[in-house]
């Protein structure tokens, strides 16, 4: 009688153990305090000598940490790998698809900006030609912080004494007659952009240009971008407005940021 091979069945044990050990990392992630195996079983529902066997080998490849017997807590090596992580990815790699997003839903100019000393910088752009935009400032380009949206973002996160200090340094040189020059009436425009959570360029930088911006924080907390939409002066919606927000909010979560 011949005999028919063997023919192995998909690898379920493989499968099986990698999400029993998700569900194990989940349920110490759950604890600010270092876990016993018994609550561990219960929470993940493992089997206590499955999750003992298989925590034992998450302590030897340091993804789990015995604190003392039978205790456990996460391990060192997932922050080791999520710096790993984070140096790999960038603000603008984070944000490129929601940019992209963005300016189909206004078919606007949708614009990428971080501070460098007294200007932002023009780090990445969303752009069509039916966008009808006067001026659409290239990648790299430059504007002055008290000028632009995104600039007024970043001011507003500078103490009273840094914002002075900006003033006396570039005088506060305006481009058209809508620009801001007066430190008073700066400092009143900024603190509108804290209580709002997001600024305007009334036609400051360039006239018929109107643009608002909201910020991108990192994982800190720290406001490290600001993501625009500039529009002609009369086409600008007020109804943007909440998608531009939610948009950067959404950057800023891939980026590791918890709203406090």
């Not at 759950?30 to 993940?44: A, G, H, I, N």
């Not at 900024?190 to 018929?208: F, I, K």
Request: net charge positive; charged share 25%; hydrophobic share 40%.
């Amino acid at each position: 009688m011949k005999l028919e091979p063997i023919v192995a069945e998909p690898a379920k044990t493989s499968i099986q153990v990698i999400e029993r050990m998700v569900a194990l990392l989940d349920a110490l992630a759950s604890y600010s305090d270092p876990v016993s195996l018994k609550e561990l079983s219960k929470v993940s529902g493992l089997h206590p000598s499955t999750a003992h066997r298989i925590l034992n080998d998450m302590v030897i490849t340091r993804f789990v940490d015995r604190v003392e017997p039978g205790t456990y807590r996460l391990g060192m090596r997932l922050l080791e790998l999520g710096n790993v992580v984070k140096s790999r990815l960038s603000v603008r790699e984070a944000a490129l698809d929601s940019m992209r997003s963005l300016h189909k839903k206004t078919q606007q100019t949708i614009n990428l900006s971080v501070r460098q000393g007294d200007e932002i910088v023009y780090i990445d752009r969303a752009f069509s030609e039916r966008s009808g935009m006067q001026v659409v400032r290239a990648i790299g380009g430059r504007g002055p912080l008290h000028l632009t949206s995104t600039g007024k973002l970043f001011l507003s996160v500078d103490e009273p004494k840094a914002i002075r200090s900006y003033a006396t340094r570039t005088g506060l040189a305006g481009h058209n007659k809508n620009s801001i020059t007066d430190l008073a009436k700066l400092e009143r425009e900024l603190s509108l952009v804290r209580a709002r959570g997001y600024a305007r360029d009334n036609e400051e930088l360039e006239l018929g240009v109107r643009c608002m911006a909201a910020g991108i924080h990192d994982d800190s907390g720290k406001l490290i971008a600001g993501l625009s939409i500039s529009a002609p002066a009369d086409r600008l919606q007020e109804e943007w407005l909440d998608d531009l927000v939610q948009t950067a909010a959404r950057i800023s979560a891939t980026l590791g940021y918890i709203p406090a």
